[in-house]
């Protein structure tokens, strides 16, 4: 328990954001060298925190009063007043308008490319819509809407076709380039990118890093101490297991999520483990007066499927701190089974759980102590119930 406090202890120390160069530009066409809070923006920022230097107060900018702002080599964001449709796209809130409906708004749009024709991005929740400019002018959006025609048919209005086979048109440019182009941000890219290319002109993305999703996998091998108790509510028995010392093995995929500066992960973790014992136990039957010797037996292993979250805590480039919780569903796959209680087979059909753990990431190399809460592995019986649990010692070897 002292180990996760102190973990959770470090997280205003090394998680929280920071601080990095970058610059702003006034509605005076200054630019002003400076020191920007990067929160690593999932939806676009309607202010910003800056200081001029490490020493120097807090200052605040707000999308009216900047034209731009940047974090070097991170992102870059500029100030428009734009028209932009906020048009739903989920099912169940689709309109029966097939235009767009148009509000004027001064936004904060990320540059994802910037040349002769610029590429722009706007979130907002669920909302991502995508701009573009041509030569410096006001950015418009390229217009993609689903709608709904004909009471259930979905319809969709590819208006950002048009508009780029009208403004963008370029000999290396077919009508079916066009045609096969997907309202998403790697294919725009690639078109923008083609367009600039064509037209002769240089573009500049060096200070709008693409954020992507990152992919690791480990193998992880564990040593656990595992506890394993039974009770039977009818016969007042209680069976507890001494501590077992076994292990595990498992392959585990990670994938780290692009936003707050790479601070959360998704894992999927499957595991094998088992529990082997025997413990010699007296029942006591209160109409006889007679107590009864029995043995218990469990030969117990599963292949389990932990899935989760994990937060990072980073110390330096090569090492970091993360917390995991866990979910581990009912279902697995229940290799060695035999449960012995009472001279009785029990049917082992498990519940779901989940564990919680802390550790520390090295480069390829990561440790990491994991507790699995109690889980009951006959779960389909009223008056046993059979409890597992296991501290874990988790060691994990980065694969790729």
Not at 41 to 64: C, R, T
Not at 156 to 184: F, V
Request: a positive charge.
């Amino acid at each position: 328990m002292l180990f996760f406090l102190l973990l959770f202890a470090t997280t205003s120390t090394f998680g929280q954001i920071v601080f990095e160069k970058g610059y702003i530009i006034d509605n005076e066409n200054h630019k002003i060298d400076c020191l920007v809070k990067n929160y690593d923006w999932k939806n676009n920022p309607k202010d910003i925190e800056y200081k001029l230097n490490e020493e120097s107060q807090l200052e605040k900018a707000s999308v009216g009063n900047i034209k731009e702002f940047c974090i070097i080599g991170v992102s870059r964001f500029v100030s428009a007043n734009v028209k932009i449709d906020r048009s739903a796209n989920e099912l169940d809130r689709l309109s029966i308008n097939r235009n767009p409906v148009w509000e004027q708004k001064q936004l904060f749009l990320k540059v994802l490319l910037d040349g002769k024709a610029s590429l722009y991005y706007y979130e907002d929740g669920t909302l991502n819509r995508f701009f573009y400019s041509t030569n410096d002018s006001v950015p418009q959006q390229l217009i993609y809407k689903r709608y709904i025609y004909k009471v259930s048919t979905i319809g969709i209005n590819n208006g950002y076709q048009q508009q780029l086979w009208s403004d963008l048109h370029c000999d290396n440019l077919t009508l079916n380039d066009i045609q096969k182009l997907n309202y998403k941000k790697d294919d725009l890219l690639a078109f923008f990118r083609k367009y600039n290319t064509c037209m002769g002109g240089k573009e500049d993305n060096s200070e709008a890093r693409a954020t992507k999703f990152g992919y690791n996998l480990k193998i992880t091998p564990g040593v656990n101490i595992s506890k394993l108790y039974a009770i039977n509510a009818t016969s007042h028995t209680n069976v507890t297991f001494n501590n077992n010392f076994n292990y595990s093995l498992g392959l585990e995929g990670e994938i780290i999520l692009p936003y707050i500066k790479n601070k959360w992960a998704v894992v999927f973790n499957p595991t094998y483990q088992y529990f082997k014992g025997s413990m010699n136990y007296n029942v006591y039957n209160m109409l006889t007066g007679q107590s009864f010797n029995y043995t218990a037996t469990i030969n117990y292993s599963s292949l389990e499927f932990p899935i989760g979250v994990r937060y990072y805590m980073f110390l330096n480039n090569n090492m970091k701190l993360f917390l995991n919780f866990l979910y581990i569903p009912f279902f697995s796959l229940n290799l060695n089974k035999d449960v012995n209680m009472n001279g009785s087979m029990l049917d082992v059909r498990t519940k779901d759980s989940y564990a919680v753990g802390g550790g520390i990431s090295y480069k390829r190399l990561s440790g990491e102590v994991r507790y699995y809460s109690n889980r009951d592995i006959v779960s389909n019986y009223v008056f046993w119930q059979v409890y597992y649990s296991r501290l874990a010692f988790v060691l994990g070897i980065k694969l790729f």
